[in-house]
């Protein structure tokens, strides 16, 4: 496991592999502090299923997910996955839209429990859109998921009334620049409590990941040493945002020397496809839906079609007919997903890209703990002017 630069498996990194310790140390950890988060949550089921239970079980709720960035994202892959597993309504909101334009993102007066997803919660964001949901709305409960205990959007609302919030385990709040344990940490969160699962879900995520940090770890090392310039990731469903944060970890540890795109495999037809060059490397979380999963095996084989085999990634819980039965080359298996819906899988399925985007950052020789030693782009958002909203 790649808890040092001693332990990287390719050795051709050579000195390259400083500064990016901290990255992948917290990368491959990210089974323990889920088995972690799993005990906590057990200890506050009770009091938490309590908070939630008048409001998830009412018929004019409205339960919006919300967070700057790659919290967006990860309310973007947790309103896919409940609102398919539960058949109800969920939404993704992120902060910077609820600051921006309030009253489209608060334009029903029903009652709602915002969830805030933060990893510091320092983002000015994170308590504005707060503040202007219990301005703008008679009846808000706050549901704030964050890793920091000195953050401000915990300091706000821990103890308040209408709100609780859930601290991570220590080890999630990443001090890398990118986020990776705090994305997953948080998202499996949202996910056991507003799903009813718990340890056992959360123990066969953990499981399917170490299997892609332990043995894959150097095949994706090996793709990400290729000349690529360009990386495409899609995804269906759930997949759709998870393939925005893909692409974002991308951006950020190659401090932009490697550009990203992402779209669902439908939506990339229409037009986007002319990013694919010669210098691209195709990702698609494939899903385990037998449904979906038709149009995600679709575009893999007119990817393959159009950029060749060795071009062309599949990360993949899914199994029966066009699904290959272990990992190997342009495969990336989630093992012992299958009883799981794709919302839990895609906190594995992240996992590749996070390795991909520190690979990546390595070959292009960024230090991917810092890939912005200059200060341009900061890991808590600076220069950001919140204005008092008047209707």
Known sequence: MPETSATFPNRRQGAAIHGAEVTAREIARQPEVWRELAGLLEQRRGELDAFLAPLTGRDDRRVVFTGAGTSAFAGAVAAAALARRTGRRFDAVATTD???????????????LLVSFARSGNSPESTAATRLADELLTE?????????????????????????????????????FAMTSSFTSMLLTALALLAGSGRPAIEAVAHAAGQVIGPQWEHLEAVAARPYRRVVYLGSGVFTPLAQEAALKLLELTAGQVVSFHDS?????????????DETLAVVFASADPYTRRYD????????RALGDEHVLVVTAGSGPGFPDR???????????????????????IVPAQILALSFGLAVGTTPDNPFP??????VVKGVRIYEFGQ
Do not use: W
């Open 140 to 176: 808000v409960h706050h549901l704030v998921i964050t890793c920091a205990r000195d953050g401000a959007l915990y300091r706000a609302h821990d103890g308040a009334d209408r709100s609780a919030v859930v601290l991570m385990p220590e080890r999630s709040n990443d001090s890398g």
């Open 297 to 304: 095996l679709d575009i893999v084989a007119e990817l393959k």
């Open 374 to 379: 200059n200060g341009d782009v900061n890991r």
């Open 327 to 349: 990992a190997g080359h342009g495969v990336v298996r989630l093992d012992g997903l299958e009883q799981l819906d794709d919302g839990f899988a895609a906190a594995a399925a």
């Open 98 to 112: 609820i600051v921006a334009s309030p009253l489209s993102a608060f334009n029903e007066d029903v009652p709602t």
């Open 265 to 277: 495999p439908l939506g990339f037809r229409h037009g986007p496809k002319a990013v694919l060059n």
